[in-house]
């Protein structure tokens, strides 16, 4: 699918709620924490990706967020995608102490020993939950939240109050069932932000309109 051109969305004669809004040169409205991040908030987040490495990935990294500025995970991605076999959950289950230990002793990433062997202990939940159900990202997209659960408007406040939602805690819940490890509720609603489960972009946002496209074509996944 070709997306709608951010510029000519942006010229569009829809008045937006400017709250939580920044300008560029041009007069083109983004999201406030867009500057820190132009590429990855203009191209990347909130679109939907149905790949289960991907899927598996991003859970991942956010683990390793926490307690972190999601900046320094980015700007370390691909030192983890080598380091993790770029995320190949088939791979990483197979992981051993001394992958630990070498996973350890690489500056290139975040050298937290709980999130390492979370990422393996995750890699192996993965494996196994998608030869029960067919496929990772057909369960985990099970757990998109309906429209009526959405809000009217995201704005700085909704932003500001809503680390966490209804859908993002049953998500949590169940993972953590399933043994997943550093998959809380506020890590699995970046996660649902991220991969496109939920459209955050801000009501105004350039990008906003573009990711609900992207939503509506997207195919939701379901059993391989």
Not at 3 to 9: E, G, S
Not at 70 to 83: P, Y
Not at 110 to 116: E, P, T
Not at 147 to 154: K, S
Request: aromatic share 10%.
């Amino acid at each position: 699918m070709t997306l709608p051109d951010v510029t000519a969305v942006a010229n569009s004669p829809n008045s937006a709620d400017k709250a939580g809004l920044v300008w560029d040169a041009h007069g083109v409205p983004r999201c406030f924490w867009q500057p820190s991040m132009a590429d990855y908030h203009d191209h990347e987040w909130g679109r939907p990706v149905g790949d289960d490495r991907r899927l598996y990935e991003k859970i991942c990294l956010e683990g390793f967020q926490a307690g972190m500025a999601w900046i320094t995970i980015l700007r370390k991605r691909e030192a983890f995608r080598e380091a993790f076999d770029d995320f190949d959950f088939e791979r990483v289950a197979r992981y051993t102490e001394q992958d630990v230990d070498r996973l350890m002793g690489n500056p290139a990433i975040v050298r937290n020993r709980a999130k390492i062997v979370s990422t393996i202990n995750n890699a192996r939940r993965a494996l196994a939950l998608a030869e029960e159900t067919g496929s990772l990202s057909g369960w985990l997209w099970r757990h998109e939240p309906p429209a009526a659960e959405r809000p009217g408007t995201v704005d700085l406040d909704y932003w500001n109050q809503n680390p966490t939602s209804a859908a993002s805690a049953a998500l949590s819940r169940a993972l953590k069932e399933r043994g997943w490890t550093f998959v809380g509720p506020t890590t699995m609603y970046a996660f649902m932000q991220a991969v496109g489960m939920v459209n955050d972009h801000m009501n105004g946002c350039v990008c906003r309109p573009v990711v609900d496209a992207a939503r509506a074509a997207f195919k939701r996944p379901g059993p391989a």
